[in-house]
């Protein structure tokens, strides 16, 4: 399953422990690694509530982001010991894993609507509302793609090319709805839209056709559970014992657009 991501250095780890009996565990030591898989902690104590182990390695952290790796020694009445590993993702809290573009990448789209090309606390849009808005066509894409069965968020790591795609899409998709806050003499270049469009649909469509992508199942991405998981198949028997005849026979995709009713 994928780690539990936190925000920062504070991170609370728990789990319940016990024997074959339901007695919980005499003692707990926890080392603790960092994403180079260096021991930053050494058999240190966690605390034991009955069954529950808790531990909080905040102050081990030292602002580290990445993956942690913690490795819990359970020992129980007899000498018996067991091992318990959790992963946990520390994430950036400037960093926003669900979103795949960025303002800077917005504004080398659509930057010449303001001055020196920049979102500011004084533009308009400001920067805050070009951050809202990349979230905003990232929870879109998200969701497209959770449908189809697709893991988010992509990481390039995973799947660089999808990846790469979707950071183009989340920044074109916001560049058009930034776009969308003005009207069209404001951003209109030189007999732009002449040529069938203007900007603000060209940007637009670069997001239609990733979603299209997503929707076909033609993104290249791992997926962790498929659109057929839902489907099953019924009895052929009526609950009397008859056997049922199919809606549809097999000749009724012979010709596109037509089918064959049984009856």
Partial sequence: MPAPYYVGDEIPLSFEAKDSSGAGPTAVLVDVYDPTNTKIVDALAATTNGTTVTYNISETLNDTVGVIRSVFKITFTGTIVRRHTIHTVVVD???????YGSKELVEAMVGDI???????????????????????VA??????????????????????QAYLNAVHANNAGTAARVLSTMPME??????????????????????????????RGDLGAIKDSSLMSTMFSGSQETSGGS?????????????P??????E
């Fill in 257 to 262: 657009g037509s089918r064959r009713l049984t």
């Fill in 186 to 215: 404001a951003y209109s270049l030189p007999n732009e839209g002449e040529s069938g469009g203007d900007r603000r649909e060209m940007w637009d469509r670069e997001l239609w056709h990733f979603l299209q992508r997503v929707r």
């Fill in 114 to 136: 303001v001055v020196g090309r920049v979102f500011t606390d004084s533009t308009t849009p400001t920067a805050a509302t070009v951050q809202a808005l990349l979230d905003g």
């Fill in 243 to 255: 056997k049922k005849l199919p809606l549809f026979t097999r000749a009724g995709f012979d010709f």
């Fill in 139 to 160: 929870a879109e894409m998200n969701v497209e793609m959770r449908q189809q069965g697709y893991r988010i968020p992509l990481r390039y790591g995973d799947d660089p």
């Fill in 93 to 99: 809290p400037t960093v926003r894993y669900f979103t």
